[in-house]
């Protein structure tokens, strides 16, 4: 659980719910409203996908994901969400710019959302 008192996933998801707050009260701001939740959504998602490998799939603490792990969410996101849904529904709209904003997250979350090495004496380990 010490995971998710990282503080990039502390920030995230406090942003996310402080967007949908001001969202939900009527509350609009051009780029935050159109990109925040797009850079938050992989640190979010990327730390509960650790969360789950260390403990349920590998049961080691000091288990990280590599880069090949965020790209493929990277890419993953940017095709159901750019691509896909905007084909199958006419709620959903493809933006070019939410594709820069996952990269974003991703590095963000390469950076600062997992601490290598967790527990000392435990390698992580990647695959």
Not at 13 to 37: C, M, S
């Amino acid at each position: 659980m010490r995971l998710f008192l990282n503080p990039l996933f502390v920030v995230s998801a406090t942003l996310f719910w402080a967007n949908q707050g001001l969202e939900k009260l009527g509350i609009f701001l051009p780029y935050v409203h159109a990109y925040l939740d797009d850079i938050v959504a992989l640190p979010i998602t990327l730390t509960i996908a650790l969360w789950v490998q260390r403990t349920w799939v590998f049961r080691n603490p000091g288990y990280v994901l590599n880069w090949k792990h965020i790209a493929f969410t990277v890419i993953y996101f940017g095709l159901v969400f750019e691509w896909l849904l905007p084909k199958w529904s006419t709620v959903h709209h493809a933006d070019p710019f939410d594709l820069i904003a996952y990269s974003v997250g991703g590095v963000l979350f390469s950076f600062f959302g997992q601490e290598k090495n967790l527990i000392q004496g435990f390698p992580a380990k990647v695959s």
